[in-house]
């Protein structure tokens, strides 16, 4: 079986055909590419997807059916991802990254970082992961509230957290860390307007999906210093253009979606695809 192994990252669908022709089997990290209906109508050698995670929001599932391509996931551990939210969140409250700048360029310290003992942290979405980093919060003495459409206060509850509206959330949190997955409801929840409600010493954090939340308006106000800052791991477009303000701005604490990606992670998803493979093609061999 020949393998070949891409690095980069193509959205035009043309070019991603033109790749992706020629294989029976394509290995895709969860939510990377878009398997669209169209796309896998072009793909006709096509016969699996072998895709990380145990769900994959970017492919088609009934339009893989309806063209006879099966879909296979893996295993999956939030461990990594409650990890990094609480690494972002604590080289926020203490300015991590810019004193080690400031010591790497010959400088000394350059400001007071912030405790996390009494202050108010704000879960969008207790799920899996939010209810663990809202439990952890909860650990370090914080004030714990929380808010998502299906939310019950029996939910919160079991987290340590306590109900609020959306607004209260977006005006009370000192730390505001969303933890939603992807959909169309969830697509652009976090908007101007609940931008607005947030404290000028406020922090927000998003671990999740860069798509949750409205790119041009948290830019905006990052820009005028209307929050003290962002810490951020996901974004509309991946990688981020060369230019993007998140680039620059000084308010703002980016890495390059590498939340999720521990090696016990990656040695779930890849060896869970290889075996999925081989199972896969032991089953299929004429």
Not at 97 to 121: C, I, P, Y
Not at 192 to 208: H, V
Request: hydrophobic share 45%.
């Amino acid at each position: 079986m020949a393998i070949s192994v891409f690095n980069d990252h193509i959205s035009d669908e043309d070019l991603l055909v033109e790749r992706l022709f020629p294989f029976d089997i394509v290995c895709i990290m969860r939510e990377r590419t878009l398997m669209s209906a169209t796309l896998l109508g072009r793909l006709q050698n096509l016969r699996l997807i072998a895709s990380t995670g145990t769900r994959n929001a970017a492919i088609d599932l009934e339009a893989a059916e309806r063209r006879g391509v099966e879909v296979l996931h893996t295993g999956y551990n939030s461990t990594p991802t409650i990890e990094f939210t609480w690494a972002m969140i604590l080289a926020l409250a203490r300015n991590i990254a810019v004193e080690n700048a400031s010591l790497r360029s010959g400088g000394w310290q350059t400001a007071v970082g912030a405790d996390l003992h009494g202050k108010t942290l704000g879960v969008l979405g207790l799920g899996n992961i939010g209810s663990r980093v809202a439990e952890i919060g909860k650990s370090l003495g914080m004030n714990v509230i929380a808010w998502s459409q299906n939310l019950t206060q029996e939910k919160a509850a079991a987290s340590g957290a306590h109900l609020v509206s959306k607004n209260q959330l977006f005006r009370e949190a000192d730390f505001l860390t969303i933890h939603l997955v992807l959909s169309p409801r969830s697509r652009g929840i976090v908007g101007k307007e609940d931008l607005s409600l947030m404290k000028p010493t406020a922090f927000l954090i998003n671990t999740a999906r860069g798509p949750i939340v409205d790119e041009a308006a948290l830019v905006e106000t990052l820009t005028a210093r209307k929050i003290a800052g962002a810490a951020m791991d996901v974004f509309e477009q991946e990688p981020l253009p060369a230019d993007h303000p998140f680039r620059r701005l000084p308010n703002v604490l980016a890495t390059p979606h590498i939340g999720y990606g521990s090696r016990s992670l990656y040695e779930i998803f890849y060896g869970d695809s290889v075996a999925n493979i081989t199972t896969w093609v032991l089953d299929n061999i004429n």
